[in-house]
């Protein structure tokens, strides 16, 4: 590689990579929390869940240039271009997501987020443990949803081997490796390349505040402010 033509730039920001690390993290704890039957726990991080998903999707307007849907979205044109050449639609290097895999990008965070809000709904056989938002829903359809939920979890592990699957693809047939750069935000490009514009801090600040208070709004059973107790009779 002519180490005068390529160069190393600032790839995956912060935030993404944390949402990432973090996913790889929670996933298998909501597994083993459901499994034991630590559902206090299990609920608690599903609500980790919600704030970082919902965080993502809100980064995916308001982050980066890499981390933007209109960066790695892309239609069936540039999709057929870069399964011929391995590049770009212009003919460069794909900067981030490519236009396939960009498509495991949004199925992954699909299920995570139908995956979430099944979980907002579900109860367990004896409804001792419920969801945040169970009460906007009858049994029948509590049962419903929290089948859904138990389904959504397998085709997630899916998503994962296939996700898997393509990093050890790249790296043996592409020799790309995926993972360092996530884990350091930086990437190498052999030949030169513009450093993709990042996101200013009052986006972050926005996509934070915006994210814990949809957070907030569900941990408190969709009211901002938690409802008053009930009253009670004690007139005889």
């Known amino acids: ?13 912060l935030p ?15 597994w083993a929390t459901y499994k034991t039957g630590k559902m206090d726990l299990h609920i608690k991080l599903g609500l980790a869940l919600v704030f970082i ?3 993502r999707i809100l980064w995916g307007f308001l982050g980066s240039e890499p ?3 209109t960066s790695f979205v892309k239609g069936p044109g540039a999709i057929r271009a ?17 236009p396939l895999g960009a498509l495991s990008v949004l199925g ?10 099944l979980g907002l709904f579900a109860t367990d056989t004896d409804a001792t443990y ?3 938002l169970n009460y906007w829903v009858g049994s ?12 959504g979890f397998n085709l997630i592990v899916l998503m994962v081997v296939v996700h898997l699957g393509a990093i050890i693809y790249y790296a043996v047939a592409k020799k790309e490796r995926l993972v360092p750069p996530m884990v350091t935000g930086k990437k190498t490009y052999e030949e030169p390349v513009a450093q993709p514009k990042g996101a200013p801090l009052w986006r972050l600040a926005l996509a934070l505040v915006l994210a814990g208070g949809l957070t907030w709004w569900v941990y408190h059973g969709g009211h901002f402010v938690p409802p008053p107790p009930p009253a009670y009779d004690i007139s005889y």
């Open 1 to 13: 590689m002519d180490q005068n033509k390529s160069r190393t730039i600032r790839l995956w920001d």
């Open 16 to 30: 993404v990579r944390l949402f990432h690390w973090s996913v790889v993290l929670l996933v298998p704890a909501m």
């Open 53 to 55: 998903v919902g965080f």
């Open 67 to 69: 981390t933007r849907f």
């Open 82 to 98: 870069y399964l011929r050449s391995g590049r770009g639609a212009d003919g460069g290097p794909v900067i981030g997501h490519n």
């Open 108 to 117: 992954l965070l699909g299920l995570m987020a139908a995956q979430v809000t």
């Open 130 to 132: 419920s969801g945040p």
């Open 140 to 151: 029948d359809l509590a049962e419903t949803l929290t089948e859904l939920h138990e389904v």
